[in-house]
């Protein structure tokens, strides 16, 4: 085996475009930085609505009625490798998402919109507007393109085992974690090993997901993922805003290749 030195590896590790893989020498984590100055750093491009605001050493969500949105990290994809994303929640039903191996043709929309939606005064939709996100959700637009090409980790703390925090959504269930106070920070990191996506939280190993499995639960809600489309092992990654009143604040997003 043709040994590579640990200054050529820094060095790959640092190159524009690099794929995280596995490889020998000191694993370190190597910080995506979510901030520059006053605004949101460069590469972390807003697909659909609402937006990412820099709050203080974070970036808080702060979502739109027309629609969700992902702030994709388009500098690089990823292969195997680690993720580690620290956020806290404004409180229990806060929804918002870590997603990862997103395939290239979310590039595709990255200058472009998906059809609005509004809500009422309470902020409900009506059935014409519901039908109108279903139509958003066919047609793959914006960050639905996400939701059906990659996978979303969940942050939700309400959720039931498919659909709360650390959980494949609707693909691999989280095992039940201690409970946290609104407003504590986390620590969830995801592991991408071949088909394996493993999330621990906190410290706590909670979902493993194989996306090669057989025996996956099927799609239940309109909402909820197609399984049919194969997702890359080389992929984006981005973090979700989703409705109006789900606030999250995220303070890290680092990685670091398997041992």
């Known amino acids: 085996m ?16 690099a794929v995280l893989s596995a490889g020998g020498g000191e694993q370190s984590w190597r910080m995506l930085p979510l901030i520059e100055g006053s605004r949101v750093a460069d590469h972390w491009k807003q697909i659909g609505w609402g937006r990412f605001a820099v709050d203080g050493d974070s970036l808080r969500t702060d979502c739109d009625e027309k629609g969700m949105g992902l ?19 404004k409180d229990a039903k806060s929804n918002a998402g870590v ?8 590039l595709s929309w990255l200058n472009k919109k998906p059809e609005p939606i509004q809500r009422d005064k309470k902020g409900k939709l009506s059935p014409e507007m519901l039908k109108k996100l279903k139509a958003s959700s066919e047609k793959e637009e914006g960050p639905w393109y996400a939701v059906h090409h ?9 959720g039931d085992d498919f659909h709360r925090t ?38 706590k190993r909670v979902t493993t997901f194989d996306s090669a499995a057989r025996d996956l639960p099927p799609q239940k809600i309109w909402h909820e993922p197609r399984r049919e489309p194969k997702r890359p ?17 995220f303070k890290e997003v680092s990685v670091r290749p398997l041992p």
Not at 2 to 17: D, E, F, K, N, Y
Not at 150 to 158: A, K, S
Request: with cysteine; aromatic share 8%.
């Open 99 to 106: 997603f990862v191996r997103v395939d290239d043709g979310i």
């Open 71 to 89: 702030l994709l990290y388009d500098k690089e994809k990823f292969g195997n490798c680690q993720i580690r994303v620290v956020f806290k929640a």
């Open 150 to 158: 990659g996978f979303e980790v969940q942050i939700c703390d309400t």
């Open 233 to 249: 092992q080389v992929g984006y990654l981005g973090l979700q805003n989703h409705d109006p009143g789900d606030v999250v604040w």
């Open 2 to 17: 043709r040994m590579v030195s640990s200054v050529a590896r820094l060095l790959l590790l640092a190159a524009p475009g």
């Open 166 to 203: 650390g959980a494949v959504y609707s693909l691999a269930k989280a095992v039940p974690t201690p409970k946290k106070s609104p407003g504590e920070w986390r620590t969830m990191i995801i592991t991408l090993k071949g088909n394996l996506v493993l999330v621990d939280l906190d410290g």
